[in-house]
C-alpha cells in the first residue's frame, strides 16, 4: 500500500516533467497555450503567453490586455494563462498560472475586475448561475462572484481545500459544478451552496487532467490510468464499461453520431461506439497528442506536438492525408471549430486553419503575425 501511494504522489510530477515541460511545480518557465475564441468576426486570443488581443475580421489588433496605457491595467501581469477564455455576457473570464483571475469587457478591453488568488490555474474557468469557479495545481477550488470577484458566503475565501492538485478544467452546468483531480478524485456541488451532490465520489487509480460534459448528460472521464470512464451525471456512477487505451488518456472527446473519439498522450486516436462502448478503430500519429479531437463533417482533425495536421475517416479511422507544420512551434491546445474550419493556435502564439472540405493547413496572419 505504502508503495502505491508513493506511486501516486509521484504521477503529477512524472507528467510535469514529460507532458506539460514546466507547466508547474518550476521544472521551466511556464508557457501557456489558451485556445483562442471566435465571436461575431472578432478572434479573442493569447498570441503572446502573457496577453490577450481582440483582433478583428481585418487581421487588426482592436485591443490588448493588459495594456500598459490604462491605469487600472498598468500593473497587471498575467505570465501564461493555459485555459480558454469563457465569454459569457460580453465579458471574457480567465485565469493565469502567477494565480490570476480576469474579467475583461469583450467590446473594449477594459477592465472589470482582477483578483490574485496566489495560486497556479493550469485548467479553464466555469462561469454559470452568476458564479466562477477555478482549480488551482496546490488543491484549491475557488468560487468567486463573476460580477465583480468576491467570495460567495458559502465558499471559503482562500479556496476549498480537496487534497489533491486540480488540472482539469472546472465545468458548470445548470447549477451544478463538477471537479476532479490528480489524485483521481471527480466530484459535483451544487454551484450556490457548496453542498456535494453525489452519494460518493468518483475514484480512479489514476490523475485526472481533463473533464468533459457531453450533451446527453454525460461526464466524461479520461484518466492516467489509460481508461476513459462515462459518469451519470446527476448520481456519478458509471453507466457502462470505460473505454480502455493503449497510454494515458487526457483530452476532451468528439462526437458525432454514434461515434466518439478519444485520444492517448503518445498519439493514439480511438473511434468508439457511444452507445455500447465497443472500439471501431484506432489511429496512431508519430507524435505525442495535448491537443483534443475534433469532427467537422465526418472528418477527425486532430494536431500532434510536431506538429502535423491529421484528417481521419470517422468511419473506418483511415488517414486522408496529413500535413506537417513548419516554424510555429508546437500545438498543445484544443482546437476551436468556426463555420466547418478547424483553428489551432500554437505554443509561439501561430494561428492555424485547418480545412477538412479541401484537407488544407495555412497559417492565419492575423494580430501579431500579420504581414
Known amino acids: 500500500m505504502q508503495t502505491k501511494h508513493r506511486a501516486a504522489i509521484a504521477l503529477p510530477l512524472l507528467l510535469i516533467a514529460l507532458v506539460l515541460a514546466g507547466c508547474s511545480g518550476g521544472v521551466a518557465k511556464p508557457e501557456g497555450w489558451a485556445s483562442p475564441v471566435f465571436d461575431g468576426g472578432i478572434t479573442y486570443a493569447f498570441q503572446r503567453k502573457d496577453s490577450l488581443t481582440a483582433i478583428d475580421a481585418n487581421g487588426n489588433v482592436k485591443w490588448t490586455f493588459p495594456d500598459d496605457n490604462k491605469e487600472s491595467q498598468k500593473d497587471i501581469d498575467l505570465g501564461s494563462v493555459y485555459g480558454t477564455p469563457q465569454l459569457v455576457e460580453g465579458i471574457l473570464y480567465f485565469a493565469s498560472y502567477e494565480g490570476t483571475i480576469s474579467a475583461v469587457r469583450a467590446e473594449s478591453g477594459d477592465l472589470v475586475w482582477h483578483k490574485d488568488i496566489q495560486d497556479s490555474v493550469v485548467g479553464s474557468v466555469a462561469v454559470d448561475s452568476g458564479l466562477l469557479a477555478a482549480g488551482t495545481t496546490e488543491g484549491n ?173 470517422i468511419t473506418n479511422g483511415d488517414r486522408l492525408v496529413s500535413v506537417p507544420v513548419e516554424g510555429v512551434g508546437t500545438i498543445r491546445a484544443n482546437p476551436t471549430v468556426l463555420d466547418n474550419i478547424a483553428y489551432f493556435i500554437t505554443t509561439s502564439g501561430h494561428i492555424i486553419r485547418a480545412d477538412p472540405a479541401l484537407r488544407a493547413v495555412s497559417e492565419v496572419l492575423i494580430g501579431r503575425y500579420r504581414q
Do not use: C
Open 141 to 313: 477550488l475557488f468560487v468567486l462572484s463573476a460580477a465583480d470577484g468576491s467570495t460567495p458566503a458559502a465558499w471559503p475565501a482562500k479556496g476549498l481545500k480537496l487534497g489533491g492538485p486540480l488540472w482539469a478544467p472546472a465545468l458548470a452546468n445548470d447549477g451544478t459544478l463538477y471537479i476532479a483531480t490528480m489524485r483521481g478524485i471527480v466530484r459535483a456541488y451544487n454551484f450556490q451552496t457548496a453542498q456535494v451532490l453525489w452519494p460518493a465520489d468518483f475514484k480512479t487509480d489514476g490523475a485526472i487532467a481533463d473533464l468533459s460534459l457531453l450533451e446527453n448528460g454525460d461526464l466524461v472521464v479520461p484518466s492516467l490510468d489509460r481508461h476513459v470512464y462515462f459518469l451519470d451525471s446527476t448520481t456519478g456512477a458509471e453507466k457502462r464499461s470505460p473505454a480502455e487505451l493503449q497510454d494515458w488518456a487526457w483530452g476532451v472527446p468528439a462526437v458525432e453520431g454514434e461515434t466518439i473519439v478519444l485520444t492517448d498522450i503518445s498519439g493514439h486516436v480511438y473511434g468508439f461506439d457511444l452507445s455500447s462502448g465497443g472500439q471501431k478503430w484506432v489511429y496512431a500519429t508519430e507524435h505525442r497528442l495535448k491537443s483534443s479531437p475534433t469532427i467537422v463533417n465526418g472528418t477527425v482533425v486532430v494536431a500532434d506536438r510536431s506538429p502535423e495536421v491529421h484528417f481521419i475517416d
